[in-house]
């Protein structure tokens, strides 16, 4: 996409914290990760947030009007303001000025907008959001999809959500030989609802697909598994139980270790220890998910997204530019659209 | 059903640490809860298990012979062993010798076995395992259903889980006034996949049931609920994530306390508070998982149940009994057999 460089272009007026944590953790990582960073907004209140940091390098702002808010209806409201942040953002994209998009905003508006306005690579039905989850082995993430996306599946959207995990997971995460596992309530074949069930056989038939089997919700942070499907009703459940479940636990652990004296003294020592363990538990390093199978790289970050997350979302999207993620599906299609008969569903 | 006192049935051939563990924890039941046991196996097993222990009243040994090994297909098991002790424990049940089985031997033998000897209450469509889960605030679990027995659910299977599950609540777990959710991935009435949009109608417009509204996957262990209904697919994926990650959490905070001097310090005085961090996580203490919608209390253990489990298990069993609640059950459906034209699917 001519320069070399990635270009992402961030919705900066999309989140809770935006534009100043937006725009704090695009500079940051214009900075330290060697990309061109578009900072699309408002340009007044933009240039108030810039004006908080002192780098060298200035972004180029890309004027927009307004913001999809978080309580309006995606569809109607994405057509009401063309010139909203999120819809500008992706213009962007679609007009290869940028590679990649990045929001923290209404999360159903910027799916809507790249469906909209990119529209979905060819081959897959239906684009999915992989969200990456911290396991018992450090360093070794498991990429879930859907988390989201789509809540009532068909086996081949099961299937194209494994091919595209596949390259996500080793060109973006760098496991070089991943693991697919399929969710379900047991690890035997015969295991599972008929989504399952069915999906099961495909899985295994498609040598394309690295598959080791069933994964079990004990699985799940277990890193038996790289990539793990389901549908986005299940995924979504899970993603926002796991997300809780951290919160839950450091509640529990400061109730807890405070009781008693050799409690009190031990919190104190322990304090630095604990903001690690927040650390390791948090997915905020894990930037945001990938709305896999549109027609560019956009990354959805969570709306209490701040100045690290959205970092960490930056290089994600770079990641996902440099190692040609999109290319990589698109190739797969082509090759499979030969054999296509292989899996009907 | 007769005696005063709850008769208890006890798979005492089934688990990981069965006979010793299993008589272990009935013996201390009958002591300590005023129950009457009745230990279901092979007499010779159960009587050198009995040796161990100097307690005053022996409990009843009623033979049986042999038990479903856990790689058995249920069905066929069952049949082939007509004496094993989980089919000799339910027939004890069919026979009004007791009025409660626990097991954690094959849950789906055991499943199967009730509702091979013992059948549905009437009005049910589908039994139900309901699973207790900890929350954020201490003794206010949530009751989970269905975490296993039904993975493709009607709604109308969903309606009668609340039903069940609100009894439940009321007259075992003591919750004066339960609030029900439907387990789902937004709050609004809008959202879900198809089986939850048609079963939020129906929730909310069935006076039995305390309907409060969805329950995303954060708000499980928010003790915003007591009852959350889902289908067997997503709630069993739900409770091995959850019994798993407390795990997961607890392997965090070794690594990571003990990193550096001050953590070792720490560690050492902490590891009081850390037993208590894991008993407040851990399921134990919630006995296992009652089997709703038969005609018989059941409760399903966990393989890996030892004495404290089984203990817990059978007082789940004497609340069940003690306060009707399959009575409880059917008198709903006999109610709701005169409207019941009101829901259909």
Redesign the interface.
């Known amino acids: 996409m001519g320069s070399t460089r990635a270009r992402i272009a961030i919705d900066a007026m999309g989140g809770d914290h935006a534009p100043d944590e937006i725009v704090a953790g695009a500079l940051k990582a214009q900075e330290e990760l060697g990309v061109e960073v578009l900072l699309v907004g408002d340009p007044q209140q933009i240039e108030a947030s810039l004006k908080q940091h002192t780098n060298s390098t200035r972004p180029e702002i890309v004027p927009a009007e307004g913001t999809i808010e978080m309580h309006e209806e995606p569809l109607g409201a994405l057509k009401r303001k063309p010139k909203a942040s999120i819809n500008v953002a992706m213009d962007l994209v679609k007009q290869q000025k940028a590679d990649a998009v990045i929001s923290a905003g209404h999360s159903g508006a910027a799916m809507a907008a790249a469906l909209l306005r990119l529209g979905r690579l060819p081959g897959i039905d239906r684009p999915a959001i992989g969200a990456v989850l911290p396991?018992?082995v450090p360093d070794r993430p498991v990429l879930i999809l859907d988390v989201?996306a789509n809540?009532?599946c068909r086996p081949k959207f099961l299937e194209q959500f494994a091919v595209m995990g596949t390259i996500y997971s080793q060109y973006v995460l760098g496991v070089s030989e991943p693991k697919v596992g399929l969710?379900?309530?047991g690890e035997e074949p015969c295991k599972?609802?008929?989504l399952?069930l069915r999906t099961y056989q495909i899985l295994k038939d498609n040598p394309q697909i690295p598959f080791v089997g069933n994964a079990?919700?004990?699985?799940?942070?277990?890193a038996k598994f790289d990539v793990i499907v389901c549908?986005?009703?299940?995924g979504?459940?899970?993603?926002?139980?796991?997300?809780?479940?951290?919160e839950?636990?450091l509640?529990?652990?400061r109730d807890?270790?405070v009781?008693?004296l050799?409690?009190k003294?031990?919190?104190a020592?322990?304090k630095?220890?604990l903001k690690?363990?927040k650390q390791?538990?948090d997915h905020v390093e894990h930037g945001g998910g990938l709305l896999l199978g549109v027609a560019g790289v956009c990354i959805i970050s969570h709306g209490a997204s701040q100045a690290p997350t959205i970092f960490h979302a930056i290089r994600l999207a770079k990641e996902a530019v440099d190692n040609q993620v999109l290319e990589r599906i698109q190739s797969k299609y082509q090759k499979k659209d030969r054999q296509s008969a292989v899996t009907r569903d």
Chains 1, 2 share one sequence.
Do not use: C, H, W, Y
Request: proline residues 2%; without cysteine; negative net charge.
């Open positions: 396991t018992i989201g809540v009532d969710l379900n309530i599972g609802n008929e399952a079990e919700g004990r699985d799940v942070l277990s549908d986005g009703f299940a979504n459940i899970l993603l926002k139980f796991a997300e809780a479940v951290g839950v636990v509640q529990v652990l807890e270790l009781q008693g050799n409690g003294i031990g919190t020592l322990l630095p220890n690690r363990i390791r538990i």
